[in-house]
């Protein structure tokens, strides 16, 4: 199993065809301030967008509450590209997607967990884990 460590920058789960591969990343945000998770979506041969993938939650955060809504992906680095399966070109494109956003409990100071899974139209899964840390 091929792990990922994502920077702050979060970089969108890409692929018409994703690859199994975990995505692990740290994100921050302020006390009450909703924070994106994650950015995803599809790209297919020409730099089009696909489907967006379904997001499952598979662990609810404990300190606050996660939802999802329409919004941009771009590709960002030949890595994504990479699990993306022929789309190397293609970075920088952005196509609609789905965005995950996490919203802090009221009051709520310290680190949660969230994990989700990104599921795509071909049966292919990308489990994410995310800790929030809430200044």
């Not at 740290?26 to 998770?37: D, F, I, K, L, M």
């Not at 979506?41 to 696909?50: F, L, N, P, S, V």
């Not at 609609?96 to 802090?104: E, L």
Request: hydrophobic content about 40%.
């Amino acid at each position: 199993m091929v792990r990922s460590v994502w920077m702050l920058a979060l970089a969108a789960a890409v692929t018409a065809m994703p690859a199994l591969a975990d995505d692990v990343r740290s994100v921050e945000t302020a006390a009450g301030q909703e924070v994106v998770v994650g950015r995803h979506g599809t790209w297919i041969k020409r730099c089009q967008g696909g489907p967006p993938p379904q997001v499952l939650v598979t662990q609810p955060p404990a300190n606050g509450t996660l939802d999802t809504r329409p919004g941009d992906a771009t590709l960002q680095t030949a890595a994504n590209a990479a699990l993306s399966r022929g789309v190397e070109t293609c970075i920088g494109t952005t196509v609609a997607g789905i965005h995950v956003v996490y919203h802090p409990k009221s009051g709520f100071h310290g680190t949660d967990v969230v994990h989700y899974t990104t599921a795509y139209r071909g049966g292919e899964t990308i489990p994410h884990v995310i800790t929030i840390v809430v200044h």
